[in-house]
């Protein structure tokens, strides 16, 4: 989708010229959030402005679905990007509806037609149209301006969007909150997005792939697990930072580790001394409790000693709900917070779903970091 090849931009010429950047190649496929990731002064807001050509190309190519950017037509290329900074830039003296309408108006979309995309984008960010589209840029909060600036962006329906730190400025709950809505629109929109950030909690969040930067040169393109897992140098290493697996363990989710079947699991109605007789023959901690598909708890040893009632009676509730979705550096969480190995994972509907454990949790991280274990020996034979 895009592609750039041996990149560079010199800015001045004679001895006070400045290379910001110096032969980079890498590809953004259709449909991928690429993050640029790196220090100010890397280069990787020089690249996403070269993209749609705020800046000049000293030597390389960039290329757009085939076309050389340099061959285009600057003003429509940039209409044909949506294109979102970290200051939102919006228009202070023109309503929300017109901000968001800039690029359709230059485009020649008809009235009828651009109030239907507005509406439409306004819903989209989960701002009521009716109670926003007449009101104007001051009279928001910083996250909802920013959620108008990714409006904006996507305003003309374009394949590639170019952003510029775009949450940096947003207070950190309301920018977990964005970053999440932004997450959600982009499995539904599937655009192709280069997305400029220098913070490393964001990149891995929100990437498909992270490109890191080092004084203008491309150090590490890869996807985020195998950028935390297999660093492949000391400067990516220190960059992503010492706590790479519990960063790891933040891209992994539940439905990857989870039992589906497991084996540990009785009925309400089965009574103590069988569900204790079936623990201590299978060498099971304990025993998930269901009823009609549900897990109304679990039991464990001491309290199925010396009781003749039912499991129903007896199983203590899982003190939180976990999902396939949710990320395994929560469920670490929640077990750190209730002493627990084993937690019930339940579908959307509340049925039981499986099981997650401790072992299998810590099992993944080690197939993770074998391969980096591996890729040592390689390059360090004894």
């Excluded at 201590?280 to 109304?296: P, T, W």
Aim: net charge negative.
């Amino acid at each position: 989708m895009i592609t750039y090849e041996d990149v560079t931009k010199i800015f001045g010429g004679g001895p006070d010229a400045v290379t910001a950047l110096k032969d980079v190649s890498f590809e953004i496929e259709k449909g991928n959030l690429v993050i640029f990731l790196g220090p100010s002064g890397c280069g990787k807001t020089t690249l996403l402005r070269l993209t749609n050509r705020l800046l000049t190309l000293t030597r390389g190519s960039i290329t757009v679905n085939g076309q050389d950017v340099m061959s285009a037509d600057p003003v429509k290329l940039r209409q044909s990007m949506g294109y979102a900074i970290q200051q939102i830039g919006l228009f202070p003296n023109k309503t929300i509806a017109d901000n968001i309408s800039t690029v359709p108006r230059l485009l020649g979309w008809d009235k009828k037609r651009i109030q239907e995309r507005v509406d439409e984008l306004l819903s989209m960010v989960q701002l009521e149209p009716s109670a926003f589209r007449d009101r104007f840029p001051a009279e928001l909060s910083g996250g909802q301006q920013q959620r108008i600036g990714v409006a904006r962006c996507l305003a003309a329906d374009p394949e590639i969007l170019l952003m510029d730190e775009p949450f940096g400025a947003i207070d950190p709950i309301n920018r977990e909150e964005i970053q999440n809505e932004f997450l959600r629109l982009q499995r539904k929109l599937k655009k192709t997005i280069a997305f400029v950030t220098h913070d490393i909690h964001e990149a891995i969040k929100m990437g498909d792939k992270i490109a890191i930067f080092q004084d203008g040169k491309l150090v590490q393109y890869d996807e985020p697990e195998t950028m935390l897992a297999q660093p492949k140098n000391h400067y990516i290493a220190d960059f992503v930072g010492a706590d790479r697996a519990l960063k790891v363990l933040g891209l992994i989710h539940v439905e990857e580790v989870m039992d589906r079947n497991p084996p540990n699991v009785v009925k309400h109605d089965t009574m103590a001394g069988d569900a204790l007789k079936f623990l201590e023959e299978k060498s099971f901690r304990h025993l998930v409790v269901l009823k009609r598909g549900k897990a109304l708890g679990y039991v464990h040893p001491r309290q199925l000693k010396h009781e003749s009632a039912s499991v129903a009676d007896l199983a203590v509730p899982y003190p939180v709900k976990v999902d396939a979705d949710m990320a395994l550096k929560d469920v670490m969480s929640f077990m750190l917070m209730h002493d627990m190995r084993v937690l019930a994972v339940m579908d959307g509907d509340g049925n039981f779903a499986g099981t997650v454990t401790y072992d299998q949790i810590q099992k993944r991280i080690l197939e993770i970091y074998s391969g980096e274990d591996e890729k040592a020996t390689e390059e360090n034979p004894k």
